[in-house]
């Protein structure tokens, strides 16, 4: 039987899940739905911290996956909405095409825009459950592939992925019939399944997010500790060795890529059921800077600290930008934190907390007798 | 056709403009420097400021904007980026907090705002500066209108560009520079005085992103997140150009720059920059390097 | 397709509120207690600049109304909260201020893409958003009241004026890339082609892209003879700057504009839009005692002597006042209490009169065109006697005959 402090990461992990479980026993429907966007990003963070921290791979990018997801909903939500029913169609078609629309082009969803067609398979709610997850997976596959493939690793990733999310939030900028463009997507109906409506304020979305969150950093948590994720380490820490060792280096940063991009994607689908939109900010580089942030500040070496530097930040900043006075000056605190933190704290607070429990174990060596003993 | 490559060219000048100092400091001393545009920024402040204080023209503040943003940047690599040495990532999240820093020290005017001090030619609003009479208008030149102040701005980058290259291969600060982009470690060995060479190296590459500011100043609109866009399209240009080659970082500049504007004319803005973005990409993933680069490190 | 479950849930949300209504409003009749309001502009990111403004409107009036005696004998207090230039914080701030703050009313947004993310809290949880920003119509909610411009308020006089007094016959159209400028540019060609002239190009630029030269020399080519600009925020700078320094001058293609205001003539240095023109309802220059009140007024209220005032800044102040009339008038501060409260509220604002339409909500509003002069300020060259109609669908085939947004909601059998 091992004591507390020898298993404190599982202990961690479960406190975290206690923690999220009962939340609503004590918050309202407006604070609950803001943690619950919190939670999404805490997602953000562990994906970040997967890929980062796990892989040595800093995507810049993150903010691709996150959109796809929010959008891949939205649309399906986009078809459920009220609004989408109003345009004089049988089928729903969202308001916005109809700006969009050439005159005289026909008021149904396969051809009211160039390319709206793209919209039918969404009319299935769970097309877009479906696709705000597989795409970012596939997507993360192929660029794997190819990044990974090419031997391409460390700022280069990091410009790559920059370039893309920069260069496909353009083009959803651009695509106006399609996406609605800047203003993004909004006026989305509710996620329904068997019958119960996810009221975005209601205690059942939150379980929702909270039980996602929760099985995303466990999953993960679990594959890191898996002979993949040990050999996924010791690329990040020497790629030439493992390669001389035999493993195929750039299928295991691809998978886990790829998973990362599911949990981003994920993220996002969630964020969109909970906030309701989806806009093309998701796709601005500082957003995909801001993930990194809270990876970094809560430890990009751990799932957990990065989950919860995310939920901490966020809350923290809510409160903080609140309080009139602090509102500009948060924000060279948040830049101060941070030159901090990568100067003085490279593990983040999940670092400190480590070496804190480093520190008590040592001083209770009667503890770490019993461990071994037990092991 | 003549106008539309020369808009390119001064497209591709003005990245330059902004990759010359990047090329410098990310080639040579292998620190991404997200705090780049905020070192422009701060350049166009200090022509903003001379105008306003010492009644300083457009030129007159260039030698000052450099000498303002070197002892900056020299500040910062005191601070800040000589404890990074060595971790490249951390130095792009370390200087990324510094341009947030440097922002909202501009627009909370250095914290004097919160003891309701104002000081003209600071604060969160956008400011401009005129530029010399001379130099508007357009120049009539083989049979086409030149906007003036482009055609400067071309000169100076020409003129900024060589001078980066003299003082990198002409001067023993340079020689000391390549040394140790080759071995850090053996060019310590050899009493060089490594330490030293980064802080001026630093301070050499945010004086050329202030001098930068100045000239953008004189087109753009002066405001604290000016730079922000910036810097990612330098680091765009060098790392297509490949690390380490000042050559490289030049061509690549004068590639996307005339490619964004000759695909702009030909279809639109938005395309021609995403175009660009789509360019550098490929650049990367065919060939990681760079167009232009040596072997090194 | 006949489950109107907006409505549904509006309804219900309002029936809640009603049933709430009792304990709050017990809480808030007691003499003398502040009535709370929401003011939802960004403090921070890349649009605080003009929104800081707007902010100040609202508090200024908010402030005057205060100093003289409130609202039904109640003070006002203004709840400020940062959008933060993002529309995520944006949503995250609306729902703190009606969902945990149960304000009923919110000034608030700038940008169509923020009011567009806030929308459906107020809808959801019957709450008011006062929006004072002109914007591009297509929009019938029953829970915002807009003080600001609609197309047919900037449009419709600008454009026949522009074809038959300044004589043009080639428009070239161009804005930045997102729904404003795009519906601008649907409703202009229609006004172009009925007036025998031509638009010979409509072209976009992202958010926020400031190198004009490409955009600049194909103006040149164009041999366009006017530019309608629908161009917003900081790119309209280096627009007019590029536009000079490429040798273009206003006497012969003149600058047309739907969103350049004395701020951005200002940042830009006067010398470079002296000569071109925009259409908006109020102009700082508007020589009426009134106005010369509202800029003293306004310059005391920021501490700045110099400080400008432009159309959405005067539309944030006197939306406050319509707001106040129509809590008086109905006597309650729930949103559907203002909602019908409003309706036909006049107020004499800094820019003359105005009143709140009986049907849909937007704001009737005198069309002017001003030219811009050296010194930063317009010279108004066209007026209309009195204020017009808002017609948020005119881009349709709205008529003040054949209206599409009426009190029951959107008729979309009509789109």
Redesign the interface.
């Known amino acids: 039987m091992a004591g507390p402090l020898a298993n404190y990461r599982f202990w961690a992990y479960a406190g975290l899940a206690v923690l999220l479980l009962a939340l609503p026993l004590v918050g309202?429907?407006?604070?609950l739905?803001?943690v619950a966007?919190y939670l999404c990003y805490g997602m953000l963070g562990a994906a970040v911290a997967l890929t980062w921290g796990y892989a040595g791979v800093?995507n810049l990018g993150q903010g691709l996956f996150f959109g796809i997801g929010a959008y891949a909903m939205a649309m399906g939500l986009k078809l459920k909405s009220?609004?989408s029913?109003?345009?004089?169609s049988?089928q729903p078609v969202p308001d916005?095409m109809?700006?969009?629309a050439q005159p005289g082009a026909p008021t149904e969803l396969c051809c009211i825009t160039p390319g709206s067609w793209l919209w039918l398979p969404f009319q299935w709610q769970w097309t877009g459950v479906i696709v705000a997850v597989v795409l970012p997976v596939l997507l993360a596959g192929i660029m794997g592939r190819?990044?990974f493939g090419?031997?391409?690793s460390?700022?280069?990733v990091?410009?790559?992925t920059?370039?893309?999310v920069?260069?496909v939030r353009?083009?959803v900028?651009?695509a106006?019939p399609l996406t609605?463009?800047?203003?993004?997507l909004?006026?989305?109906?509710w996620l329904t399944v068997a019958g119960h409506e996810f009221d975005p304020?209601a205690k059942g979305t939150y379980y929702l997010v909270a039980v996602a969150l929760i099985l995303v950093l466990g999953l993960s948590r679990i594959l890191v500790a898996t002979r993949a994720g040990t050999i996924l380490q010791a690329t990040r820490d020497s790629d030439t060795r493992a390669l001389y060792l035999g493993y195929d280096v750039p299928a295991y940063q691809t998978f886990f890529f790829a998973v990362s991009a599911g949990i981003a994607g994920l993220a996002g689908m969630l964020y969109v059921i909970v906030?309701?939109?989806a806009?093309p900010?998701?796709l601005e580089?500082?957003f995909s800077?801001t993930m990194?942030?809270w990876a970094?500040v809560g430890g990009r070496g751990s799932i957990l600290g990065a989950a919860v530097g995310a939920i901490l930040i966020n809350m923290i900043e809510?409160r903080v930008?609140?309080t009139?006075?602090l509102?500009?000056?948060w924000?060279?605190i948040?830049?101060?934190?941070?030159?901090v933190t990568?100067?003085y704290l490279?593990k983040g607070l999940s670092g400190l907390a480590h070496d804190g429990i480093a520190r008590l174990r040592m001083r209770r060596p009667a503890l770490r007798l019993k461990e071994e003993a037990g092991q | 056709m003549v106008d539309i490559l020369f808009i390119g060219l001064s497209l591709s000048s003005i990245l330059l403009l902004v990759a010359l100092g990047l090329a410098v400091t990310y080639g040579a001393m292998g620190i991404i420097n997200m705090a780049h545009g905020e070192m422009v920024m701060i350049g166009a402040y200090t022509a903003v400021m001379a105008k306003i204080w010492l009644g300083l023209g457009l030129i007159a503040s260039i030698p000052l904007a450099f000498a303002v943003t070197a002892l900056a940047g020299l500040a910062i690599e005191r601070l800040v980026v000589r404890r990074l040495y060595g971790r490249l990532l951390d130095t792009l999240l370390a200087t990324w907090g510094i341009a947030i820093l440097l922002q909202q020290a501009i627009r909370l005017e250095f914290g004097l705002s919160f003891l309701g001090i104002h000081i003209a030619g600071l604060g969160s609003g956008l400011q401009n500066v005129p530029v010399p009479a001379a130099l508007q208008g357009t120049v009539r030149l083989l049979g086409h209108d030149f906007n003036a102040y482009r055609i400067f701005i071309v000169a100076m980058t020409a003129v900024l560009a060589v001078a980066t290259w003299a003082v990198m291969y002409r001067t023993a600060l340079g020689m000391k520079v390549r040394a140790i982009i080759r071995n850090p470690q053996m060019a310590a060995a050899c009493g060089i005085a490594v330490a030293r060479t980064n802080a001026l190296t630093f301070a050499l590459g945010s004086g050329l992103a202030g001098v930068a500011g100045v000239l953008m100043a004189g087109f753009k609109t002066v405001a604290p997140d000016m730079g922000a866009t910036l810097v990612v399209d330098g680091f765009m240009v060098v790392v297509t150009g490949g690390v380490g080659s000042l050559l490289g970082t030049v061509a690549a500049s004068g590639l996307l720059g005339e490619f964004n504007a000759l695909v702009a004319m030909a279809s639109n803005d938005i395309i021609g920059r995403a175009a660009v973005f789509a360019v550098v990409i490929g650049v990367i993933l065919l060939k990681p390097a760079g167009l232009f680069t040596f072997k090194g490190r | 397709m006949n489950l109107n479950r907006r409505k549904f849930l509006t309804t219900t949300a309002t029936a809640g509120a009603a049933l709430a209504a009792p304990g709050y409003l017990r809480r808030a009749m007691a003499a003398g207690e502040p009535i709370q309001v929401g003011a939802l502009y960004s403090q921070t990111g890349g649009l605080s600049v003009v929104e800081k403004m707007l902010a100040a409107g609202v508090r200024m009036a908010a402030e005057e109304i205060n100093a003289a005696g409130g609202v039904m004998g109640r003070p006002i207090e203004v709840l400020v909260e940062d959008g933060a230039s993002d529309p995520k914080t944006y949503a995250e701030k609306a729902q703190k201020l009606v969902i945990r703050d149960r304000v009923s009313t919110v000034f608030g947004c700038h940008t169509s893409a923020s009011r567009k993310a806030v929308l459906p809290i107020f809808e959801r949880r019957g709450a008011m958003l006062f929006y004072q920003t002109h914007y591009e119509g297509f929009e019938c909610s029953p829970n915002v009241v807009y003080s600001g411009a609609v197309p047919n308020q900037q449009l419709g006089n600008y454009l026949p004026w522009i074809l038959e007094t300044l004589g043009k016959k080639k428009v070239f159209i161009v804005g930045s890339n997102y729904v404003y400028p795009r519906e601008m540019a649907k409703v202009s060609k229609g006004l172009i082609e009925a007036g025998g002239a031509e638009w010979v190009a409509d072209e976009y630029l992202e958010l926020g892209h400031s190198e004009w030269a490409v955009m600049v020399n194909k103006i040149k080519d164009s041999g366009a003879d006017v530019v309608l600009s629908n161009v917003v925020g900081d790119s309209i700078i280096s627009f007019y700057r590029e536009f000079i320094n490429q040798g273009l001058s206003h006497e012969e293609i003149p600058i047309c504009a739907t969103v350049t205001s004395e701020i951005e003539i200002a940042a830009m240095g006067p010398e470079y839009a002296a000569g071109s023109y925009t259409s908006f309802p109020y102009f700082m220059s508007l020589d009426t005692p009134a106005n010369h009140s509202f800029i003293e007024r306004y310059r005391a209220f920021v501490g700045d002597p110099q400080a400008t005032t432009y159309h959405s800044l005067e539309a944030a102040y006197f939306q406050v006042f319509l707001w106040k009339q129509a809590v008086e008038a109905s006597g309650d501060i729930t949103a559907e209490a203002i909602r019908e409260g409003v309706r036909g509220q006049e107020y004499a604002a800094p820019g003359g009169e105005v009143k709140i339409d009986e049907d849909n909500l937007h704001c009737w509003l005198t069309p002017r065109i001003g030219q811009w002069q050296a010194d930063g300020q317009s010279k108004i060259v066209d007026e209309y006697p009195a204020p017009i109609k808002p017609l948020p669908y005119a881009a349709y085939g709205e008529t003040a005959d054949n209206l599409f947004c009426t009190r029951e909601g959107l008729d979309s059998s009509k789109l």
């Open positions: 309202d429907e407006f604070w739905n803001r966007k800093l009220y609004t029913l109003q345009q004089g049988d916005f109809l700006w969009n190819i990044i090419q031997r391409i460390g700022v280069f990091s410009i790559i920059l370039a893309l920069l260069l353009l083009v900028v651009d106006q609605n463009g800047f203003n993004g909004t006026d989305l109906g304020y906030s309701e939109f806009s900010s998701f580089l500082s800077i990194v942030v970094a809510a930008s609140e009139e006075a509102v500009e000056a924000k060279a948040i830049g101060l934190l941070f030159v990568v100067i490279p």
